[in-house]
């Protein structure tokens, strides 16, 4: 992965491994890379108690991931995981250090359900295409 964008701004660009995890459900990010993009999506707010972020419901923020130089948008719907409040859901883009140290992305159905991916598994690859 080699960067992000939130409403087409750049906000991160920097080049990332990325794990594609049809397993996972959310967008699992280092930390650092999780509190930048959430700077840019406004009303968002560090949930410190349980490590993530809320987010509106409503949000019209749309986070794009570049790969291959082309960014793959995760739409504003996509990007709530679970209503708190009327107002207020948990961020599906959660900080996560699990690698440590290394700055991987773990990329799961937040992500995946917005592109058609091909695995080949014989040269180690995969490729997108934007799900319209």
């Known amino acids: 992965m080699s960067g992000a964008f939130v409403n087409s701004i750049?906000?991160?660009?920097?080049?990332?491994?990325?794990i594609?995890?049809?397993?996972?459900?959310?967008?699992?990010?280092?930390?650092e890379d999780a509190e930048e993009l959430h700077k840019q999506i406004p009303g968002s707010e560090f949930d410190s108690q349980d490590n993530v972020y809320l987010i509106p419901c409503n949000t019209t923020a749309v986070v794009s991931l570049v790969f291959g130089g082309v960014g793959y948008k995760i739409p504003p719907r996509d990007?709530?995981?679970?209503?708190?409040?009327?107002?207020?859901?948990?961020?599906?883009?959660?900080?996560?250090d699990i690698f440590p140290p290394l700055p991987i992305w773990l990329c799961g159905q937040t992500f995946l359900k917005n592109v058609y991916s091909v695995f080949d598994v014989g040269n180690k690859q995969v490729g997108f295409a934007q799900n319209k």
């Open 20 to 31: 594609i995890d049809t397993g996972t459900t959310l967008l699992i990010i280092p930390t």
């Open 79 to 96: 990007l709530t995981f679970a209503p708190i409040s009327d107002t207020q859901c948990v961020s599906a883009i959660i900080p996560g």
């Open 10 to 18: 750049p906000t991160l660009s920097v080049v990332r491994p990325a």
